[in-house]
């Protein structure tokens, strides 16, 4: 039962917006790595373009958040589900944004198949796309157990990133034929692996919105 | 800084309006130069509780109270305490500004005549000194001998704040001071209060829960007599443990 009708539907049109965003951040790094495993160009460029949506619903959801605290002063859980919702589409919005980076690096890489000679490419990305999906469901559902397990997850994408790194050294002491591709491969394990540590930040928003503690800590 | 020193502390209090059983076992420590608000819906025993901090429930009839409040250690409840002299220490400042139809002055000087005090020059150090702490000499310095029923709403109200300050409490008990009072004038209010902790300790019941975020150190959730939940103000606004208080908070309270 609740006496604040409207102030209970802002906040469920918050959670909504705040699923919707995560689905788009969701679908546009899946679509990232069908694009570079089929060499498809033009999903490549359809994620460039929708990381302005991924935007505009950011700065919608910023505006929301902004708007409940001006009009509904919320307090405890409530405080703490808009706090976090602002923090976490930061996150979001970065992860949406190295999505299309990716993106871009798919149509400079075009035309040679380095991908799956840098060995521990497919395996980073696969953990990367996982911890991201985890991480948002975490936060929907509020599961602070899942977030706790993919933190976790983040040292398997780290060590991931380093095997990417001796990939390519190795790559580059059989042939320099390959340079550029190498350069930019590794720039794509480099988001891979901030795109991780971006998914921990939502899990670690996801544990305040839960318990009002960041890492054990309370903010308050 | 942090350390808390308990100046009022309640054990098993417990109070009845006849067979109304207004104050079920309340346990509560008020510590020095804090701020601690006490919330809660109407008819929670929050102002009953904050009257039985001086003994004003003394004065209804039918009421019996059980259990003790401890003022630095003595209790308040004991047969031997002057409730004059204990009134004289712990203030109370009510909702509607009640100033005595009098002059300024003669308001503020009230309390410490009746305490004994009656030379001029010891009087208009008073008053000006309890003026000041109420953040009103400035704008009533030059027409002190005027009514105090003349002046607004809220200045009115920070004259019943110098008029206890007069007396030299050590502390304050606030009944919803700016519930009668315009926003800037409750503002004023909120920042004298932040001043006055740094002297007296202060209890404040508010039904602004605004109010309580902004100026008290500590929150008191009241719920039908009881005592649900009391925490430091940004841990209760936050994380409050008990479902009660987090459904009155955050207006989910049928």
Redesign the interface.
Known sequence: MTTRVNYENELNLLNEDIKEMGRMVEHSIEQCFIAFEDQDFEKAEDIIKGDRTINDMERAIEARCLSLILRQQPVAGDLRVVSSALKVVTDLERIGDHASDIAELILRIKGDHVYHVVRHIPAMATAAREMVRCSIEAFITQNIETAKQIEQQDDVVDELFDKVKTDVVDLLKQSTEHIDQCIDLLMVAKYLERIGDHAVNVCEWTEFSKTGALKNVRIL | MNTNTVKISSSNLNLYYGTNHALKDVNLELYTNKITAFIGPSGCGKSTYLKTLNRMNDLVPNVKIEGEVLLDGENIYDQRVDTTLLRKKIGMVFQQPNPFPMSIYDNVAYGPRIHGIKHKAELDDIVEKSLKGAALWDEVSSRLKKSALGLSGGQQQRLCIARALAVEPEVLLMDEPTSALDPISTLKIEDLMDELKEKYTVAIVTHN??QA?RIADHTAFFLVGEVVEYAPT??L????KDKR??DY??????
Request: charge should be negative; aromatic fraction near 12%.
């Open positions: 829960m605004q975020t940004t841990e606004f936050t994380v409050p208080t987090e908070i955050t207006g989910r309270f049928g």
